[in-house]
């Protein structure tokens, strides 16, 4: 049978004391109703789900064994969940395996949540202007020595070994080769060991992690070396958005506020959080391209691709003896600068004066604010 951690002596008796009658047809609900959505059960909260685990531990035993990735030898964690695909244990490390997280009530927090997708965008947003060295959850293992100096246990009361961050911004030797996930294997930092730093940790503030974040984490990513750590508040919780930037400061390596509201500079690089055009919806968060002076995030570049690719096909119909290097460059040079100011009638024109082409689809020199309002009309 699954190895599980079983509490024991007073703990076991209120545990039992706290189970709901009558659990047997819920203690397995599968989570694929959501908190908020209406299911005939209430997806349980975490407690809840614990303690009618320890009634019915046979059974969760072999709904673990047929996992496609048991581990026999695993002690597994009744306070946890444990999918084909996603878990909530930090320690379960497993090939295709994703860890999510509780928030403050004891809900899971799904990948489609408000929290979770704004962290898909900043990772998205930061990739497009850093490069494919943006890790998701990175998970950075330090000495046993730094959480017994800095007070840090776990639930279970033992020293803290690892911690996994929001985001991570990592040296350039990390960059992955092509646009991936990176494995699970792949965000282990072993900073126990040689590797480096990050340049950057990033971290999304949550309900359940406030505290964490402005404190315990404060103190161990600057002692863990890392030059610049990034807090964001979505305003997701009846809160103003707002940014924090601290940056270690010698001699001591301390964090101070380098900066702090919604136009920062991170790691060099210019980044912005606005408003989402929609309320409700998750803000928009920006960073500044060097080369370009243009400000990128995820779905705006989306849109941008997806309109240079309805003038390229346009440019096609209207042009079609354009030589293929000549339309690389026209391709290029939107996708870096966008379109030029009335692309279509630009284009429309050269039915009557093709020889014109190079001066009419030249992206002209625009004032900043120009592109900013195209492609983000909310953006003071």
């Not at 581990?71 to 490390?93: F, K, L």
């Not at 033992?158 to 294997?185: G, K, Q």
């Not at 803000?283 to 500044?288: I, N």
Request: some cysteine.
């Amino acid at each position: 049978m699954a190895a599980v951690k079983v509490p024991t002596g007073e703990a076991q008796r209120q545990a039992a004391d706290a189970a709901p009658r009558d659990v047997a047809p819920h203690w397995s609900l599968a989570p694929s109703a959501w908190p908020g959505a209406e299911t005939p059960v209430p997806y349980p909260a975490r407690a809840w789900r614990t303690r009618v685990r320890l009634q019915v531990l046979s059974a969760w035993q072999a709904q673990l064994e047929a996992l496609s990735h048991h581990d026999p030898d695993y002690i597994y964690d009744p306070g946890h969940e444990y999918a084909e695909d996603w878990t909530t244990d930090p320690a379960y490390r497993r090939d295709g395996v994703r860890l999510y997280r509780y928030d403050r009530e004891g809900f899971l927090m799904p990948p489609g949540s408000f929290h979770s997708r704004f962290i898909d965008l900043v990772l998205q947003t930061l990739c497009l202007v850093l490069g494919r060295r943006v890790c998701r959850e990175p998970d950075l293992h330090f000495p046993a020595r730094l959480g017994a100096d800095l007070c840090l246990l776990t639930q279970e009361g033992e020293l803290r070994r690892r911690v996994v961050s929001d985001l991570a911004v990592m040296p350039r030797s990390w960059t992955l080769t092509e646009a991936r996930e990176r494995t699970v294997d792949e965000r282990i930092i072993h900073m126990d060991e040689d590797d480096p730093a990050p340049e950057l940790v990033v971290e999304v503030v949550s309900r359940s992690t406030e505290a964490k974040d402005f404190e315990d984490n404060l103190s161990l990513y600057a002692a863990l070396g890392i030059p610049e750590y990034l807090l964001v508040d979505t305003g997701e919780f009846q809160t103003d958005p707002n940014m924090w930037l601290f940056r270690r400061a010698e001699p001591d390596g301390a964090y101070h506020v380098a900066e702090r509201g919604l136009d920062l500079t991170v790691c060099g690089v210019p980044m912005r959080l606005r408003p989402a055009a929609v309320p409700g919806n998750v803000p928009v968060f920006q960073c500044r391209d060097a080369d370009t002076r243009q400000w990128h995030d995820h779905e705006g570049s989306l849109e941008r691709r997806g309109k240079v690719h309805t003038a390229l096909q346009l440019l096609d119909a209207v042009l079609p003896s354009l030589p293929s290097p000549d339309r690389a460059r026209i391709e290029a040079s939107w996708q870096a600068a966008g379109l030029p100011v009335e692309a279509v009638p630009r284009i429309l024109s050269l039915q009557g004066e093709p020889d014109r082409w190079r001066e009419l689809l030249a992206t002209p020199s625009v004032p900043e604010a120009a592109h900013e309002s195209e492609h983000h009309p909310s953006s003071p």
